[in-house]
């Protein structure tokens, strides 16, 4: 397992996280429903008319940036481990994310509590897997190769 899925999974956890702030943002911003009930649209076309319609719109587009690494993340998983926690945690995230996908485009139609708890708690589900998956990542042990290069040189190696 290379170095690069390690950091390309940490950076799928940190772009989650992200997004989940993102999401608090556009929700306390009142910026949710500025597209009006219209999903995955916004106001009947692909792109925002107001300010607030930009966020949610962003948004969106982030969303969808952080469901493609995710699924790369989850491939990376299966391709550079035989680990099956870190496997299973990948796969949960990829598995709830059609979930969330669905809640959010419900919390633009379907306004209320309980969407909004559910897609929350949706999004936390995948951060939670993609943290385990990230965090496992880095305790694995590295290849007998990478140790006997940063014991040489005194440095990781970038392998």
């Not at 076309?45 to 949610?56: A, Q, R, S």
């Not at 995948?126 to 190769?145: K, S, V």
């Not at 290069?149 to 440095?155: L, N």
């Amino acid at each position: 397992m290379g170095a690069r899925f390690r950091r390309f999974a940490a950076f799928t956890t940190g772009l989650t996280f992200a997004l989940i702030l993102l999401g608090v943002y556009t929700a306390a911003s009142g910026a949710g429903l500025s597209c009006g009930a219209d999903w995955p649209f916004c106001n009947g076309g692909f792109l925002w008319k107001t300010v607030p319609g930009f966020i949610e719109w962003f948004h969106r587009l982030v969303a969808m940036i952080t469901g493609f690494f995710i699924l790369g993340t989850t491939v990376g998983a299966w391709k550079y481990t035989d680990s099956t926690r870190i496997r299973a945690a990948a796969t949960l995230a990829l598995v709830v994310l059609p979930v969330q996908i669905l809640l959010g485009g419900a919390t633009v139609l379907i306004y209320g509590p309980v969407v909004q708890v559910a897609h929350h708690a949706a999004a936390l589900i995948i951060f939670a897997a993609l943290m385990a998956t990230t965090l496992w990542l880095y305790e694995e042990p590295r290849r007998p190769e990478a140790a006997a290069t940063e014991s040489a040189s005194g440095y990781p190696s970038d392998d």
